[in-house]
């Protein structure tokens, strides 16, 4: 075989392994850039490659399947979210939702309202949250799971192998359900630091939804006070 064949025949088998490699390369980007399935398609409901955020009102967001993990947030609403089978981080935010993790080591949070969480396969942390004067249900699933609650709501717990206490500050603490609470009424919430915290209003006629107020204050061994355009709870 002289050398000018040889020299074809190489560049041949280089260029047929290039485009081998590209097709796998590709292959790889389009199952990897596979997007959530949001419902209303036609809704406000945004995602990245890594994050998905719901719209102002009732939606489906399906990531089953999908990669890499996510941070999903469902915003106001009734939601139903299904996570990917890797490791995400998903919060209902304000409403009645019902979130499933799917696989992965994933992180549940439902918000404020009456919320189902299921953590399915691994270890997960589902909170209700149990401090916003609602009773939520959770589900660790299989494997090691962490649920908060019940006290002091009346969480529905199951298959959770360990159970927390609500934390002082910070996700699925008291503060935490009054401030999204009062943002969610449409009210600006003033914290006055570990003693006290205001929700003020501009409108007097509006649903400040007093009557969840005043429990997620009254479960931290606070004293509620209602006036028309704000509500304080007093902390001991």
């Known amino acids: 075989m002289?050398?000018?064949r040889q020299h074809r025949i190489r560049n041949s088998?280089?260029?047929?392994?290039?485009v081998m490699a590209m097709g796998l390369l590709g292959s790889a980007s389009a199952a990897y850039a596979t997007p959530c399935t949001l419902t209303p398609a036609t809704g406000s409901a945004t995602q990245t490659e890594t994050t998905v955020t719901g719209g102002p009102a009732?939606?489906?967001?399906?990531?089953?399947g999908m990669s890499p993990g996510k941070t999903i947030t469902g915003g106001p609403g009734n939601d139903?979210?299904?996570?990917t089978d890797s490791n995400d981080t998903i919060s209902g935010d304000s409403g009645n939702d019902t979130i499933h993790?799917?696989?992965g080591a994933d992180i549940l949070n439902g918000g404020i309202g009456i919320d189902k969480l299921y953590g399915e396969a691994d270890n997960d942390k589902l909170v209700g949250p149990s401090t916003d004067s609602v009773q939520d249900t959770l589900d660790g699933g299989l494997n090691d799971d962490t649920c908060q609650g019940p006290p002091p709501d009346p969480d529905d717990l199951a298959s959770c192998e360990t159970e927390v206490s609500a934390p002082l500050t910070g996700p699925g603490s008291s503060r935490a359900s009054a401030t999204e609470l009062c943002q969610a009424a449409g009210g600006t919430f003033v914290d006055l630091g570990p003693l006290a915290y205001n929700c003020v209003f501009l409108n007097v006629f509006s649903d400040h939804r007093v009557a969840e107020a005043r429990p997620v204050c009254i479960n931290s061994t606070g004293a509620f006070v209602n006036a028309q355009l704000i509500y304080s709870c007093v902390l001991p």
């Open 2 to 4: 002289n050398h000018a």
């Open 13 to 18: 088998l280089l260029a047929g392994t290039v």
């Open 58 to 64: 009732n939606d489906t967001i399906a990531c089953g």
């Open 80 to 83: 139903t979210i299904t996570g």
């Open 101 to 103: 993790s799917g696989a």
